[in-house]
């Protein structure tokens, strides 16, 4: 049995701290070798720190690590492809993940696929050791400090060592992570100062025209005129590439007689691409602003985005300016003729849309919800608040298709709030878990009563014990009672460890207050039949709060949805739409363009209609429009049109200035009332008041003639 001072010793005794050595030892779990390099110019350019993450390898190999992966089999695979082939690399105990060459060190895990999976592995205990070229810079370099003690957490938590081929490092140790952290602090401010340079050379070089790494426009290259040292190249001003500038021509041109329509010209311009640049010009494939176009076999596809950007470049005319600086006339030869471009540009700007439109609608319903799913990936189905409709339009907006959907608002919003509304009703199942709710709630403010009274009692024990120290000092000789000054503060430490574990609960439980379970009852008894008055932005709030997503698949007479909730199940509804009217299923016969293009400049609304029974004013107006048929803004007489004589206007002036009715002048003069009202106007009569105020006894007004003396 044991003993009051065995009991009392085995308490004293603390866990074993590990050391430093042990910290850092390796190999330790498995292996990761991280390369990142800042730009895709280091990663074709910088040779020899693309091999020094090859060699990383053998420096794993060297601390313990087991793999088969050869070093130069890597530093050939990164210096042909820099990675591009095989950008991960695992065999046994050692991983090398490239994912990220060529990524700046400023962006988060979200952009990076390999500093994510890195972490991830650590966070799932896989990875425990962390190789990396020149230190903690290679992981981040974020200006925000965010990612970086994000990081420092991570590994100090799972004790991950970080190895260079300069030594290991363990956050799990002080000196270490104080060391990491200011190394991270370094990079940062190392980042910065280099970008303030690089503006400061970027802007002096700009004042003079030069080349500072803006994408080159269609229709230019770029000549090299030297190669530097470290194998970059020195490029000079922009010069035309004919077979480009031909091309650009013929698009502006087109521009105009589309009328300044990008998608008109666009639609125009079908088949026509910029061919590929030769192998001697393969170094502009990378510099060229038509990298981001889509690619056929025989070119670059023009969208109406690059329309667009053509029809104001000032560069195509050899005017230079970057930023906000001066703009430098007659910088490089031009590549069109400047009375073309001028025209484009007024042209553009006249049909340029006002900004800050969206502002007057709120967002629709179902808006940032909505999936198209009738294309390879999901697409988001776009809310036109302005028009009430849901529109899918990104092939055509490229250039590339017809709109896929576009669909009245009515059609979505109705049968999916009842899908919605209908699943939200409280049933006697949903009273039994806000009843749960209602119970958990209250019992965790009882806990947290609980815990706040332990607290106390536990500080004042705290005190108590703290105050007992002075009685280990004999007063009379000094001497120190160790065994009694032991057991206080083992006492103390005890107590302190139990205040601190409440208190992380306390703070671990803490979050908003007891919600008031009544109103939410009355908020969702009463959500289907106020869910009218609420605005669309609220009900666009709330449909995100409960709903992930909404699939819709789109045909001609069906629509079928699946609504996603994020509470985990999911809801199908059919939908059915409207058909398509037939008249749209008719295509314009040559008699009608014929007959169109002849009435509509001169002919009445009624006259146009009569001759195209098939077709609905709207219809014929927009067919006009394509056809760019206008209105003669002269209004023409009709056939039964009959001049006003000097005796229809004399008498006109007498009965209207001595208060007669128009009706009664109107039938008088044979005349429509429109018609006595214009001619009034046009010769400024002006009618006796007294006369129209006065009223007969039935309320009627009277004429001049009806009137007594």
Known sequence: MLTVDELLKMKRKKPVKQDDNELRSLPYKQACIYGRVSSPNQVRDSHESIREIGRLVDLAKQDGFNTNLQTDEIEKELLEHGGARTSVWKNADVGVDVRDLGLSGQLSAEKRLGLAELQRNIEKGIVGTVYLTEGVSRLSR????????????????????????????????????????DEFENAIDESGMMNRRLLRRKAQKAKRGEFVGEPIIPGFILPIVTRKTNGQYEYGKMEPYPPHAEVVIIILEEFIRQRGICFRTNKALKGLTFPFFPPELSYMERLTSLRTCPKLENGYVITPALIRGLTTNMKLIGISQWGDGEPILNNHPPAVPEALLLECCQMAMEHTKPKGRAVNFEPMEWSGLLKCMKHPEPRLISGHGSQGRYVCSRDY???DGPVCLDISKRYLDEPLEDAVLGQLLISAQGEKILMRMETEAKEGRLKDNKSKHEITRLEQDLAKWQSLLASCVDETTGAVNKEKETLYWDKIHNVQKQIDG?????????????????????????????????????????????????????GNQEIEATIFWKAGFQQKIAIQRRGIRKVHDKPWSETEIHTLKKLYPSSSIDEVIAKLPRRSWHGIVNKAQRLHLQRDKQRRPSPTYRLWSVEDDAKLKLEYENGMSV????SNLGRSIYAIQVRAAKMNLERDKSLIMLKRKDNKPISFQESSP
């Not at 957490?153 to 300069?166: D, N, V």
């Not at 208190?503 to 869910?531: C, H, K, Y």
Request: with cysteine; aromatic share 10%.
């Open 142 to 181: 974020d200006k925000d400090y965010i990612v970086p003690f994000e990081l420092l957490k991570l590994l100090r938590k799972y004790k991950c060592r970080i190895r260079t081929p300069e030594g290991v490092w363990n956050p799990a140790i002080d000196k270490d992570r104080a060391y990491i952290k």
């Open 397 to 399: 907006s490229a250039g």
């Open 502 to 554: 409440l208190i992380s609960r306390q703070a671990i439980s803490t979050g908003p207050g007891i919600p008031d379970f009544q109103m939410v009852r009355e908020f969702m008894a009463g959500l289907q039949d106020n869910w009218p008055s609420y605005s669309s932005t609220l009900r666009n709030r709330f449909l995100k709060c409960l709903i992930e997503r909404v699939e819709v698949v789109s």
């Open 663 to 666: 009706p009664v002048l109107a």
